[in-house]
């Protein structure tokens, strides 16, 4: 059943990278950005291999030198989802990237020099059906818009993007996208708001420099989830400082919390209390552990007693709740079997999830 209380999306053009929709309203892009050397394309791909794996749709690299740029004619030969090359300033590498056959470039043409060059990599772009992100951060705004904003505001950065905005669309160029990133919330949340009623552009939203996989997390999900829920925002990415794998199983649990978006199993847990009869918080991570490579949408409950556990979680498809050396693995709230010993536990409890899959994908 649809949730009448699921953000609306804002409406914007649709523009494609590679074989991948945004905006409109087809559904929130989930993405994100290798951390190796994109020179070493065996491991670039692999690392590509395992964020599409996790669910994301549009994959980024960093191209520093010509080399990187070289490296992605094999890099997107071999990607399962289309790559966009990040290029600061060299208009060179943006060119290289294309001529590689990447979907998507990210690029700013105000900081790539004179407009010729301009006029070369738009082309590029044209002729190679590619999409182009203007991303503004917070650190990138232009001196002469720091000194007319006092700083770099939300205003500063809109007014930046909007200037890389008008390059592409002198040129007829518009399969744009646009990210507007600042490390604090509020500067962000502020800046696309403002940007969301200049532009009809899909925009890409993050908050950037977020910090580590906790602080990172809960600073995107309520940057993110502010925006998403005002229906701003057609792709995203979690920016951490860690695997960015974890990058997107936090973007999927952002989209998942507001209904944008689902994949793989919820699973829901209860917080402990003084009532909990089992070591709760292990077993929820194994099972967690065990559900990572599930792709089906369902909801699985580990409780921690078997008194309230399975009222509590009497919408889980599937759960567990633990009891004095005792489990009982219920569906939908009914109890399908008493288990005795922790050890056996966790091996029941697969053993019917397993059973419960195969019946769903009957
Ligand atoms: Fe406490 Fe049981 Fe509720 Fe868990 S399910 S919070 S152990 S009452």
Redesign the pocket.
């Known amino acids: 059943m649809v949730d009448p209380y699921r953000p609306q999306r804002r409406q914007t053009r649709t523009i494609h990278v590679g074989d991948v929709p945004l905006g409109g309203d087809h559904p929130v892009v989930v993405q994100s950005m290798t951390n190796t050397d994109t020179r070493d394309a065996e491991t670039t791909i692999a690392q590509i291999a395992a964020l599409a794996d996790a669910g994301a749709a549009l994959v980024r690299c960093a191209v520093p030198d010509m080399k990187a740029s070289e490296a992605l004619r094999s890099i997107r030969e071999a990607s399962p989802v289309p790559i966009i090359a990040d290029i600061h300033f060299d208009h060179k590498l943006a060119l290289a990237a294309l001529e590689a056959g990447v979907q998507g470039l990210r690029i700013n043409p105000g900081n790539i020099g004179n407009e010729a060059k301009v006029d070369a990599v738009v082309s590029a772009a044209k002729a190679a059906d590619a999409a182009i992100r203007i991303g503004v951060n917070s650190g990138s705004v232009e001196k002469e818009l720091l000194a007319k904003f006092g700083g770099p505001t939300p205003e500063a950065m809109v007014e930046s993007a909007l200037k890389h905005v008008a390059m592409l669309e002198k040129r007829g160029f518009y399969e744009t996208k646009i990210s507007l990133k600042s490390s604090s919330v509020t500067h962000t949340v502020a800046a696309y708001r403002i940007l969301a009623e200049r532009v009809d552009y899909p925009l890409h939203i993050g908050v950037t420099e977020a910090g580590t996989l906790l602080s990172g997390s809960v600073k995107s999900a309520v940057g993110l989830g502010v925006l998403l829920y005002e229906g701003v925002g057609d792709t995203l990415r979690v920016s951490l400082t860690h695997d960015p794998v974890a990058e997107v199983g936090v973007a999927w649990q952002i989209l998942r919390s507001l209904g944008l978006g689902e994949r793989g199993p919820e699973i829901i847990?209860?917080?402990?209390?003084?009532?909990?009869?089992i070591d709760?918080i292990p077993l929820a991570e194994e099972v967690e552990a065990r559900l990572r490579t599930v792709d089906e949408v369902f909801t699985v409950a580990v409780?921690?007693?078997?008194?309230?556990?399975p009222?509590?979680?009497k919408e889980a498809d599937i759960g567990i709740?633990?009891g004095r050396n005792k489990g009982i693995i219920f569906k939908k709230g009914e109890v399908v079997r008493t288990v005795r010993g922790r050890e056996n536990l966790l091996p029941a409890f697969m053993e019917e999830l397993d059973a419960f899959l195969a019946h769903r994908r009957g």
Request: proline residues 5%; negative net charge; hydrophobic residues 25%.
């Open positions: 847990s209860c917080p402990t209390c003084g009532r909990t009869e709760l409780m921690g007693c078997v008194v309230n556990g009222g509590e979680a709740a633990g």
